[in-house]
């Protein structure tokens, strides 16, 4: 079956950087658009970002500071955060949407990993 397992979250000040990875397996990875998205205590999931097989789009409030990028060869993509900030603090979730699935809807998800941004 298919598996998204998300790693690298964890408490970073403000300012800082962390690298989250997310782990696919049971699909033909290259075939999929991946998404990272988050979700802060209370309120709703939010798209972060997504890549397709090359071109890549970030939410406002993320541009300039994070970067997803994808390993094709080893079934991984990644999110690079920088410069930090409390509101970042949320759980961030791997997404992966097939070629045929509607735009803004993804067919599988992970469990989230944990980014704590403290002030």
């Known amino acids: 079956q298919v598996q998204l397992v998300e790693s690298g979250g964890g408490l970073v000040q403000a300012g800082g950087s962390l690298r989250l990875s997310c782990a696919a397996s049971?699909?033909?990875?290259?075939?999929?658009?991946m998404g990272w998205f988050r979700q802060a205590p209370g309120k709703e999931r939010e798209f972060v970002a997504r890549?397709?097989?090359?071109?890549?789009y970030y939410a406002d409030s993320v541009k300039g500071r994070f970067t997803i990028s994808r390993d094709n060869d080893n079934n991984m993509v990644y999110l690079q955060m920088n410069s930090l900030q409390p509101e970042d603090t949320a759980v961030y979730y791997c997404?992966?949407?097939?070629?045929?699935?509607?735009?803004?809807?993804?067919?599988?998800w992970g469990q989230g990993t944990q980014v704590t941004v403290s002030s």
């Open positions: 997404a992966a949407r097939g070629v045929t699935t509607p735009a803004g809807e993804y067919d599988y």
């Open positions: 890549i397709g097989y090359r071109i890549t």
């Open positions: 049971g699909l033909t990875f290259s075939s999929y658009g």
